[in-house]
């Protein structure tokens, strides 16, 4: 087992985390303030290859490992947990695309994504359904070239601020449940979709909303996969995104955690450096050994996709327990810093925030758990 970057690893993740330092960074409070993630950074990121890395060169991506994406999703969640995301959708998104889609389709939006230049969210979630994801009320009704969506989508990330959305609806009857379902790919601006937003606490510059479908015509090569199947065809793609989404809080993590020992090396109490208490550095150190416990899970579930070796167990783990501990770590370290931790001339109270809300959206902590324990009993009977 080798645990060594190669070169060309070492190179694309020296610049993802030059150019996150650089260019990402500063503007990450601004952006939680505005509540708009910036299009002119998503284009440069583009440029350089940092969206949907692992994507063939004939669509534009640089046909790097999954690990590989992995990291660079790193390098970006460090400087900004919500820039991160966009690379996360990118991600997740052209593999759905490049399965399943048209090869017409993928060829025309699969390059503006890894380009920086169209944003590609996904929609599933509804208004009574959360967890219960296969229970969908949105439909599809066939009709001459193509179909009809009417109904709601809830807790959509980037519902309002998207170009595409790769859409599930019920084409079935209710009864079928997830085999009776359909994915379409649908363009934003089309007739009869429109958006409304949330107020959160977090992921600000993202955003999370309703989109809704009045009769909105939809061509029939616009669906992805076959029609009723697309819960089961589609969905496999989250193994991939959920190993992301634990790498996205775990560098939002390990970033506090650099700044605070950082602290605690020069803050000053009782005469002595705040270093010299144990009770300061055994947290840090207690925090660091999960923190370094979590990334190779999550390396090691890339590293499985890469080899084509089933991972649904190793992603539903890091689904659950990344985005858990990398909120209880920057907790520790916004209480390292004492008072001015609290406050926002430190960048820990939006980190909570943000990281947050991944306990709740993509699969929460007990619906991962009922997969791994699925899967175990699987091997088992």
């Known amino acids: ?36 993630f910036s299009k002119e950074l998503t284009a440069e990121m583009g440029a350089l290859g940092f969206i949907a890395p692992e994507q063939p060169e ?13 990291m660079v999703m790193e390098a970006l969640s460090a400087a900004d947990f919500n820039m991160g995301y966009v690379q996360l959708l990118g991600s ?56 009809r969506l009417s109904g ?44 409304g937003r949330y107020e959160d606490m977090g992921q600000r510059c993202i955003g ?17 996969g076959e029609e009723n199947r697309a819960f089961s065809q589609v969905m496999e793609g989250f193994d991939f ?20 020992w950082q602290y605690a090396s020069e803050r000053e109490a009782f005469g002595e450096k705040i270093a010299e208490f144990q009770g300061v550095t055994f947290p840090l150190a207690e ?19 890469d080899q084509g070796l089933p991972h649904t167990t190793e992603a539903a783990m890091c689904k659950w327990w990344p985005p858990k501990l990398g909120f209880e770590i ?16 430190y960048p820990f109270e939006q980190r909570l925030r943000d990281v947050l809300g991944l306990q709740i959206g993509d699969g929460t902590a007990n619906i991962m758990k009922m997969i791994i324990a699925r899967q175990k009993l699987g091997e088992v009977t």
């Open 330 to 345: 920057i907790h520790q370290c916004l209480l390292t810093h004492g008072h001015g931790g609290y406050g926002r001339d």
């Open 92 to 147: 997740l998104n052209t593999q759905i695309l490049a399965r399943y889609a048209t090869p017409e389709l993928a060829q025309k939006w699969i390059p503006k994504i890894c380009a920086g230049k169209c944003i590609l969210g996904v929609a599933l979630t509804e208004p009574g359904g959360g967890s219960d994801a296969a229970n969908l009320q949105l439909r599809a009704e066939k009709v001459e070239g193509g179909y």
């Open 287 to 305: 925090a660091e050994t999960f923190l370094e416990a979590a990334k190779l899970l999550c390396y090691k579930t890339l590293w499985l996709k």
């Open 58 to 70: 004939s669509y534009g991506g640089s046909e790097v490992s999954y690990l590989t994406s992995g």
């Open 152 to 195: 709601e989508k809830a807790s959509i990330s980037m519902a309002d601020q998207a170009d595409i959305m790769i859409v599930f609806a019920r084409t079935g009857e209710k009864h079928a449940r997830a085999k009776g379902v359909s994915a379409f790919l649908v363009e934003m601006n089309t007739e009869g979709v429109s958006t």
């Open 1 to 36: 087992m080798e645990f060594a970057l190669t070169s060309d690893q070492q190179a694309i993740v020296e610049a993802a985390t030059s150019f996150a330092a650089e260019k990402i960074a500063p503007g990450y409070a601004e952006r939680d303030k505005s509540g708009v």
């Open 208 to 224: 999370r909303g309703s989109i809704f479908f009045d009769q909105a015509f939809i061509p029939e090569d616009h669906r992805l």
């Open 241 to 260: 995104s959920r190993a992301l989404i634990g790498l996205q809080c775990l560098a939002v993590a390990e970033q506090s955690l650099k700044e605070s």
